[in-house]
C-alpha cells in the first residue's frame, strides 16, 4: 500500500487566496483525520470523519476553514480566504476501526501564507 | 494549561548513551498512551503504544507509564545517530463516540551525536 497520500506536499500563497488540501487516505480505513502542526502549538487535532461523516470538528479554528470527504477515498481541507498565521504543516491521518496506535500519517502538506 | 505537557529539548546525547523522555498529562480518563517518532519534514510513525501503567519493550525501546503520577516515559538504550528525530508522546480515550482521538504532546526533539 502506498500509505496516506498528501498533495500539495508545499504550496505558497498569498494572503487572502482560497488553499485546497488534499488527501487519499489508505484503502480500507474508515477514519481520517486532518491535523495542523506549528512551532507554537504543536500538533492539534482539526476535524475527523468516520465513513466519510465528520463526527468532531472542534478543532477547526474559524469559518474560514472547511473540510470535505465526498467518497471514501479522499478528502479536502480549505481554507478561504487563507491569513499568515494560516502557515503550518497541515496532516492528513487515517486509520481502520478505533485500535489505538492505528492512525497513520501522511507526509503532510507545508502551507505558507504570504 | 495544555493536556499534555512534554518538554522540547532539544535534547543531545552522544552515541550510545540512553535516552530518556517523558510527559506529564492532566486528563485521569486517558486510557492509551503512544509514542511518535517524527523526522524532520515527515509524517509521525508510531513506536509502540500501552494501555494504563506498566512497562512495554520493544527492541531498545521501553515505555513506562504510572498513571498514578500521571507520567509517561520512553527509553531508548544504545542511542544510535539515525534516532535523531522529534518524539511526540500521544494518548487516548477508548470511547467509541470519541473514535480513536489523540491528544498529543509538543514533542522532544532528540540529537544523537556520533
Known amino acids: 500500500d502506498a500509505g496516506v497520500i498528501q498533495s500539495p506536499r508545499h504550496e505558497v500563497t498569498e494572503m487572502g487566496q482560497e488553499v485546497t488540501l488534499r488527501c487519499k487516505p489508505i484503502?480500507?480505513?474508515?477514519?481520517l483525520f486532518w491535523y495542523r502542526q506549528t512551532m507554537m502549538r504543536g500538533l492539534e487535532l482539526l476535524i475527523y470523519f468516520n465513513n466519510n461523516v465528520p463526527i468532531d470538528d472542534s478543532g477547526m479554528p474559524e469559518d474560514r476553514f472547511s473540510a470535505k470527504m465526498p467518497n471514501a477515498s479522499f478528502s479536502t481541507l480549505k481554507i478561504q480566504p487563507s491569513e499568515p498565521r494560516d502557515s503550518a504543516v497541515y496532516f492528513c491521518a487515517s486509520s481502520f476501526g478505533l485500535e489505538p496506535g492505528e492512525q497513520y500519517f501522511g507526509p503532510g502538506t507545508r502551507l505558507t501564507v504570504t | 494549561q495544555k493536556e499534555v505537557e512534554q518538554d522540547p529539548g532539544p535534547l543531545s546525547v552522544p552515541e550510545g548513551a540512553i535516552v530518556s523522555l517523558n510527559c506529564t498529562y492532566s486528563n485521569s480518563a486517558f486510557q492509551y498512551f503512544m509514542w511518535y517518532r517524527q523526522y524532520s519534514r515527515k509524517g509521525p510513525e508510531l513506536l509502540m503504544y500501552t494501555y494504563s501503567s506498566g512497562n512495554k519493550e520493544d527492541g531498545r525501546f521501553t515505555a513506562q507509564v504510572d498513571k498514578s503520577s500521571k507520567y509517561i516515559s520512553l527509553f531508548i538504550r544504545d542511542s544510535q545517530p539515525s534516532d535523531s528525530a522529534t518524539y511526540l508522546c500521544?494518548?487516548?480515550?477508548?470511547?467509541?463516540?470519541?473514535?480513536?482521538?489523540?491528544?498529543f504532546g509538543g514533542g522532544t526533539r532528540v540529537l544523537v551525536k556520533p
Open positions: 500521544a494518548m487516548m480515550i477508548m470511547i467509541k463516540a470519541a473514535g480513536n482521538k489523540l491528544t
Open positions: 484503502s480500507g480505513h474508515d477514519y
